[in-house]
């Protein structure tokens, strides 16, 4: 069984009784030796998610070797996390990692703000219990 240690970070938003959008990115690091650079980056985003429009919560997770990371991101709706993801320190990130490591990336909808709930289907994806979704 694949074992994730995870850190979650509230956001700034504020959660309605509705959907949110959740964003899932699986990054398998080639090299150990950018382990180290990959997390640092993944650390910054974290201190900041407070102040990011729309961010509901984040978590930060690694498995294995911790070459794996993986970021779990819980959104007001699709058009925040498209909002972020053209941020000028997001394509710092994409520019500065882009050969460092293969990323997979999914999205889906969860019924509410439930970390539990939300966790669980991140999990589902990531260990292929749900076959559909690709993983590492």
């Known amino acids: 069984m694949t074992r994730f240690v995870r850190f979650w970070k509230d956001g700034g938003g504020a ?5 949110v959008h959740v964003s899932m990115n699986d990054y398998l690091v080639h090299r150990f030796r950018d382990v180290p ?7 910054r985003f ?5 102040e990011t429009e729309g ?6 997770a690694t498995a294995g070797d911790g070459r794996r990371q993986i970021s779990v ?3 007001r709706e699709p058009a925040d996390l498209k909002l972020f993801v053209h ?15 293969a990323l997979i990336t999914t999205a889906w909808t969860a019924e509410r703000l439930d970390r539990r709930l939300i966790w669980g289907q991140a999990v589902e994806r ?4 749900l076959p559909e979704a690709r993983h590492h």
């Open 55 to 60: 961010a509901l919560g984040l978590w930060l």
């Open 87 to 101: 941020s000028p320190s997001h394509r710092q990130v994409v520019r500065d990692f882009r050969d460092a490591g």
């Open 46 to 50: 974290r201190r900041a998610w407070p």
């Open 126 to 129: 990531l260990t292929g219990a």
């Open 73 to 75: 991101s819980v959104w």
């Open 37 to 43: 650079r990959v997390a640092r980056a993944g650390l």
């Open 15 to 19: 959660a309605g009784d509705g959907p």
